[in-house]
């Protein structure tokens, strides 16, 4: 199994530097998660994308020109076929209970930038998924809980190879 994790700076100096930086990271889970398929590995990529899958939603069912940065959502899920687990088990709420992000300023509004993605063996063995408000730290932004049933998964814990 590998797990990649991502954080996508926001705050940008300029839009070049920006898109430069981008597709170097991109290009590093791509190589990431091929490696790993290579394997046969099962995959889990999560992180603080700061990225808002809404907006590339719209964009995609709208037939609009696709945003640079939105085009490694498409790449997770058209071309890797990925699963957003929390997108899927809560397809019946509002957009508004999948939030991630709730900004100390509040003239800014919440929005759903963290995710989690996985392949197809993992989102089948989909024990819970959930959105925490902690409170316990200082933080921005809720806590992605995502639990799996391991026992197929893992194997033997002997023939486990550590990195």
């Avoid at 940065?69 to 071309?79: A, G, P, Q």
């Avoid at 392949?119 to 200082?138: A, D, G, P, Y």
Wanted: aromatic share 14%.
């Amino acid at each position: 199994m590998r797990i990649i994790n991502y954080y996508g700076k926001s705050g940008r100096v300029t839009l070049d530097n920006f898109n430069q930086e981008v597709k170097i990271y991109f290009d590093k889970i791509k190589e990431l998660v091929r490696e790993s398929k290579a394997q046969n590995a099962e995959i889990i990529l999560l992180g603080d994308f700061n990225l808002h899958y809404e907006k590339y939603l719209d964009d995609k069912n709208n037939n609009r020109k696709m945003k640079k940065e939105y085009k490694l959502f498409e790449w997770i899920e058209d071309e890797q076929n990925f699963y957003d687990p929390f997108y899927i088990m809560f397809d019946n709420l509002s957009q508004h209970s999948l939030n991630t992000f709730y900004p100390f300023n509040t003239n800014q509004n919440p929005s759903r930038i963290d995710y989690i993605w996985v392949t197809e063996n993992l989102f089948s063995e989909t024990q819970e998924c959930k959105i925490v408000n902690t409170t316990t730290i200082n933080t921005d932004h809720r806590m992605l809980v995502y639990s799996i049933w391991s026992e197929d998964l893992i194997g033997n814990i002997a023939n486990i190879k550590r990195k």
